[in-house]
């Protein structure tokens, strides 16, 4: 079956910690984003990238940090530097064209102690 | 700056009855316009798909409209059942970016 794998799917952080989070999906998308969602709010991108070893910064991208070394994965971490970092993680991937249909995984909640 | 508007954002209807929820947006050059579900704690799932070009969508019993000019979608779910609860969020795709809504949360009352 061809999706999105996130994980894990609860994590908690004590404070000053970085910590990294998985994506990997097996549709062959070039495209793939990182998105956060919090009650009340629209999701906001963090970051994206259209292609292997190429990421650009969303709107929300302070205090985060990704790589892109392969088609199939793109990991985020949230470091100590983001004042706020409690909240649910998606990931989503596309082909990367404006007409694109946009597929999710499954989440990430973090909870910082 | 794109705004995506949801409302109400939440609605309880009874089995069976058919339902509209609304979505409206306040820049109409959008390529695309994709309605999602998501159950509590879950990821998004896409529903429906319309390109900028196509005025509605279906999928078994849902429906999904598009006005560009009026900057409005709708997304029609005909016999409404229990497992349809969830919240629905639309997302609009402009120029390298999508707008999410904050989503109407669905409780369907059995």
Not at chain 1, 69 to 97: D, G, M, R, W
Not at chain 2, 80 to 95: E, H, I, K, M
Request: glycine fraction near 8%.
């Amino acid at each position: 079956d061809g999706g999105i794998t996130q994980s894990p799917k609860y994590l908690f952080r004590k404070e000053g910690q970085n910590v990294t989070l998985s994506c990997e999906q097996n549709l062959n998308h070039d495209a793939m984003y990182w998105y956060r969602q919090d009650p009340g709010q629209g999701l906001r991108l963090i970051y994206y990238s259209q292609i292997v070893n190429d990421f650009q910064k969303g709107d929300i991208a302070e205090g985060y940090s990704v790589s892109r070394e392969k088609k199939e994965s793109f990991p985020l971490t949230v470091t100590s530097a983001q004042k706020n970092p409690t909240a649910f993680y998606l990931c989503a991937s596309s082909i990367p064209t404006n007409t694109g249909e946009l597929f999710f995984g499954e989440g990430s909640r973090l909870t910082v102690l | 700056k794109q705004e995506v508007t949801q409302i109400p954002a939440a609605l309880s209807v009874p089995e069976g009855e058919n339902l509209v929820l609304n979505c409206s947006f306040t820049d109409s050059a959008i390529y695309n316009l994709q309605w999602f579900r998501q159950d509590p704690g879950k990821g998004l799932t896409s529903l429906l798909l319309i390109q900028s070009s196509q005025r509605e969508q279906t999928s078994g019993r849902l429906n999904a409209s598009l006005d560009k000019s009026s900057g409005r979608s709708t997304l029609y779910i005909a016999a409404s059942q229990p497992g349809d609860s969830a919240t629905y969020l639309c997302a609009v795709r402009g120029n390298e970016k999508l707008t999410f809504g904050t989503g109407t949360r669905l409780t369907i009352i059995p």
